[in-house]
């Protein structure tokens, strides 16, 4: 089998200046089978998985991708900048993960599978600062990083066509793990906006082009994140371009 899956996507909510959603991004996937053995419809550890997300675009408003801070602090040559948790993920200009699959259940008269995994996604995000000097912007931007374990569930459905589909939930908690320059990063905790809590929901529809020929086709996603303290929702409409599919797709039979 081939593992790997790269995707080019679209985030059509990305073409909303008002919005953070970026216009384009790369996506890379890879689901490897660990353990491939079975109790009846039951197994354990099953497949270890891990994908990348990057922004190559952010749309016409290219600072909709900077955390603006709420409050800067300066104490001496100190500065720290007071910011809300969600924004790590509204901003992110990477989302990396990697999970491991613990309990895998077989849906065979409807070609289903549920999976539940724990793992670990990073996320960095710029945040842009402005300092006016004698009447001159000194623009400065810094790199934020945020660490989150996750608790995985994940329903896919691998009909024996050249379509397929998956749903995934994952609650994930989020951390921030430092900054370029050293800056200090302080959470704002009004409304909750301090909450590690983030619930992520993703329906993920893909579909071969020509099966015969080639495993390229159609890979779209609808869902976001969803901040539990602040009541907060980002979401995604993203339809791209997935240059392999024979990982997520059953092979086509006439």
């Known amino acids: ?46 497949a270890l998985s891990a994908d990348v997300n ?18 800067v602090i300066t104490d001496g040559d100190k500065t720290s900048f007071l910011i809300n948790n969600f924004d790590y993920i509204k901003n992110n200009n990477i989302n990396a993960g990697i999970n491991l699959g613990l309990f895998n259940w077989e849906w065979k008269g409807l070609y289903t599978e549920f999976n539940f995994g724990y793992g670990l996604r990073y996320f960095r995000a710029g945040l842009r600062h402005t300092i006016v ?44 793990r430092g900054a370029t320059d ?8 009004d409304n909750n906006n301090d909450d590690k809590s983030v619930l992520r929901v993703q329906l993920n529809l893909y579909s071969k082009l020509n099966p015969d020929k ?30 392999n599919l024979s990982t997520f797709v059953n092979k086509f039979k006439k």
């Open 54 to 71: 990057a922004t190559i675009y952010n749309g016409f408003d290219d600072s909709s991708r900077f955390i603006e801070p709420i409050e």
């Open 182 to 189: 050293d800056v200090t990063i302080i959470m704002n905790q």
């Open 133 to 176: 000097n004698d009447g001159v912007d000194n623009v400065k931007t810094f790199q934020l990083n945020a660490l989150s374990h996750e608790l995985v569930a994940n329903f896919e459905i691998r009909p024996q066509l050249n379509f397929g589909a998956d749903l995934n939930f994952a609650f994930n908690w989020l951390n921030g």
């Open 1 to 46: 089998m081939d593992y790997f899956t790269a995707v080019i996507f679209s985030d059509f909510l990305g073409l909303n200046n008002n919005s953070t959603n970026a216009l384009i991004q790369a996506e890379g996937r890879i689901k490897i089978p660990i353990w491939i053995s079975n109790i009846k419809k039951k197994s354990i550890f099953n």
């Open 214 to 243: 080639t495993n390229d086709g159609i890979y779209a996603r609808i869902g976001g994140f969803y901040h539990l303290g602040a009541k907060d929702f980002f979401p995604q409409i993203l339809v791209g371009y997935a240059t």
